[in-house]
């Protein structure tokens, strides 16, 4: 049996960003800025992290709930060759500003 210290706010936020960075390092890729305000950081840590799984469901929230909004944009809509995306909340949920 393996057991894990629990995750304090700072650790959370470290792996949220880190998420955050590579999630932007792919848009890159494409020629995509990608920006990710406070407020979704905190949603995908709250959404992202719990007691029991820890931080494993971050990667889940982010494919199942952030990719969505944007993938049909990158392949065929507005940015499909570049442009700047952010990641907010508005309302509770996850919302995508595209320039």
């Not at 993938?71 to 509770?92: C, M, P, Q, S």
Request: hydrophobic share 45%.
């Amino acid at each position: 049996i393996v057991s894990f210290n629990g995750m304090d706010d700072d650790m959370a936020g470290r792996i949220v960003d880190k998420k955050l960075s590579a999630l932007g390092s792919m848009l890159a890729a494409k020629n995509i800025d990608f920006q990710a305000d406070e407020a979704a950081g905190l949603l995908i840590r709250q959404k992202g992290i719990t007691p029991d799984m820890g931080a494993r469901e971050i990667d889940r929230v982010i494919r199942n709930e952030v990719k969505p909004l944007f993938v049909d944009e990158i392949l065929f809509g507005r940015l499909k060759n570049g442009g700047k995306l952010t990641l907010t909340v508005a309302d509770g949920c996850f919302k995508v500003i595209i320039k």
